[in-house]
C-alpha cells in the first residue's frame, strides 16, 4: 500500500497530451491577464446574483454579532436565550443576531508544483486560479474585504528509497525555505482583481508547499470572524495540515476546495508510462498493461481521497472537489446552491 500510495503522488501526464481550457494561468504576464478577463466575464455570468443579500457570505445564516434582547415569542429558537435578562425580569427573552455588513475573505492559496498538471480540460493550476476568481467575485460585493495567503514550492525532499519502478532519479536541488506571502486584505474590485493578477503571476517553484503552515497564516494574527477559504490538491499527509485547519474552524467558516486530476485516481492503459513527480522531478517508468498495478493504485488512490475527506470533515470544513475533466463552474453553482439550501431548510415556513 505504501509504495502505491507513492505512486499515486506522483503526477502522471501521458505522452503527448496536452491540456485544454485556459492552460497555464501564471506562464506570463499577458497570458495571465487573458485568462482572468475570461474567467472574470464567465464567472459573472455564470453566478451574479446568486448571494445577493446575503451578507453571511457562502455560508448564509442569522448572523453572529449580539444585537438586542427581546420578550420570547412561540417559535423562537431556544438556543438564542438570553438569561441574564431572562433572570433580571423574570420574562424569558432573546438575544437577537446580526449579520455583519462587511465579511472578510481570505484564500489560502496553494501552488506547489503538483498543482502545474493536468491530463483533462484543465490544468490543476488553472482550477486553482478560477476558484480563487469565483470565491472572490461571490464575496467581494458590498464593501467586503478580500485576502489571501499564498505557497509556492518548498524543500525538495530527499528521493526515496529505490524501488522495482525507478528507473533514475535528478540531483536533488539546493534546499530552499518555503515561500510563503501574504496580500492583504482590501475592499473594492479593482483591488480584489489585483489580488488575483499577483496570485496568477506567482511563479511555481519545484518542492511542496508546507500546507499546515501556509493554513495557519490565516490563524496568525487573530482576526473577526468571517470565511476562510483552502484552495489544494491537498496530498501533504492529513497529519500535517488537520489541527491547523481545525483550529481555523473554531473561529471561521471554512469551505476546502480540493483539485484532482483524473490520472491521479486511476490509470490508463496504456502500456509504459513515463511517470514524473513534478515536485522533486522523480522519474518512474510503470507498466500500465498490469491490472494488478492497476488496481492496487486504484485502491491507494482511493484510500488516500478518502482519509482526506475524513479529515475535512473532522475538521467542520465545507468540501468542494472540482476536476480538471468536468466542468468547474457547474460544480460550483450546483455546491453554492446545496449549501443555501441546507442552512435555510426548516427555518422558514
Not at 500500500?1 to 494561468?25: D, E, H, L, Q, S
Request: glycine share 10%; no cysteine; net charge positive.
Amino acid at each position: 500500500m505504501a509504495r502505491a500510495a507513492a505512486v499515486t503522488g506522483a503526477g502522471v501526464r501521458p505522452p503527448g497530451a496536452v491540456p485544454g481550457g485556459a492552460g497555464g494561468a501564471g506562464t506570463g504576464d499577458g497570458r495571465s491577464e487573458a485568462v482572468l478577463s475570461r474567467l472574470q466575464l464567465l464567472v459573472t455570468r455564470k453566478l451574479d446574483g446568486l448571494l445577493q443579500g446575503d451578507y453571511a457570505g457562502l455560508l448564509p445564516g442569522p448572523g453572529t454579532e449580539a444585537g438586542e434582547s427581546r420578550e420570547y415569542r412561540p417559535g423562537d429558537d431556544v438556543r438564542r436565550m438570553d438569561w441574564p435578562v431572562t433572570a433580571r425580569t423574570t420574562v424569558p427573552h432573546v438575544r437577537r443576531t446580526v449579520a455583519d455588513r462587511e465579511l472578510e475573505t481570505w484564500l489560502a492559496v496553494d501552488l506547489s508544483a503538483s498543482l502545474d498538471f493536468g491530463t483533462g480540460r484543465w490544468l490543476k493550476r488553472d482550477l486553482v486560479i478560477a476558484a480563487a476568481t469565483a470565491m472572490t467575485h461571490l464575496t467581494v460585493r458590498g464593501g467586503n474585504r478580500v485576502g489571501a495567503v499564498v505557497g509556492s514550492g518548498g524543500p525538495v525532499p530527499a528521493p526515496p528509497a529505490r524501488s522495482r519502478w525507478r528507473r533514475a532519479a535528478p540531483e536533488p536541488a539546493a534546499t530552499a525555505p518555503p515561500l510563503l506571502f501574504r496580500l492583504p486584505a482590501r475592499p473594492g474590485r479593482r483591488e480584489a482583481h489585483g489580488l488575483l493578477r499577483a496570485i496568477a503571476g506567482t511563479a511555481v517553484r519545484p518542492g511542496r508547499t508546507d500546507l499546515g503552515a501556509l493554513i495557519d497564516l490565516l490563524n496568525r494574527p487573530p482576526r473577526r470572524r468571517g470565511l476562510a477559504v483552502v484552495i489544494s490538491d491537498f496530498l501533504a499527509p492529513p497529519a500535517e495540515w488537520g489541527r491547523p485547519l481545525r483550529k481555523l474552524a473554531v473561529r471561521h467558516d471554512v469551505l476546502a476546495i480540493e483539485v484532482v486530476d483524473p490520472r491521479e485516481l486511476e490509470l490508463p492503459d496504456v502500456g509504459v508510462l513515463a511517470v514524473v513527480d513534478p515536485e522533486t522531478g522523480e522519474l518512474h517508468e510503470v507498466q500500465t498493461a498490469d491490472p494488478r498495478l492497476r488496481r492496487r493504485y486504484a485502491d491507494a488512490a482511493a484510500a488516500q481521497r478518502a482519509a482526506i475527506a475524513d479529515e475535512l470533515r473532522a475538521a467542520g470544513a465545507a468540501h468542494l472537489r472540482l476536476r480538471t475533466d468536468s466542468d468547474w463552474l457547474l460544480d460550483m453553482v450546483r455546491f453554492v446552491a446545496a449549501q443555501r439550501h441546507a442552512r435555510t431548510r426548516g427555518t422558514t415556513r
